[in-house]
């Protein structure tokens, strides 16, 4: 059976978006999209949210995978550190929306914006 390629909308715009490759911290399964922010002590990441005091409540990158790491660490998980992208579909951790990351965000190299439509 084919597979069936359904776009998501992530990418909104034409900036060359760039890629590495981190360790995801044990948490939860995220989507393509999330949110994510460094814990300083690990330098592991993890979904940003705003009360967080470890670092990570300063959204970092955003993750260009879905990611399972409900078991523990995941390793040479890909997520982007620059490029143009759609906040309409960004996942947000508590106390997160796509207006308290726009700035964060800009400041890595990463834009939001909401995607026109044709």
Known sequence: MAEV?????????TTQ???ESV???????LVRGAVLGKISASGKFIL???????GSQTPDVILAEDCDASAGDVTNVAVYVKGE?????LSFG???SATSVK???????????SALKA
């Open 48 to 54: 940003s949210a705003s009360a967080a005091i470890d």
């Open 103 to 113: 700035a964060p965000l800009r400041d890595v190299g990463i834009y939001t914006k």
């Open 23 to 29: 360790t995801i911290a044990s948490s939860a399964a």
């Open 94 to 96: 508590t106390g997160h």
């Open 85 to 89: 992208f759609n906040e309409n579909v």
């Open 5 to 13: 390629y359904t776009p998501d909308n992530l990418i909104a715009g």
């Open 17 to 19: 978006t760039v890629a």
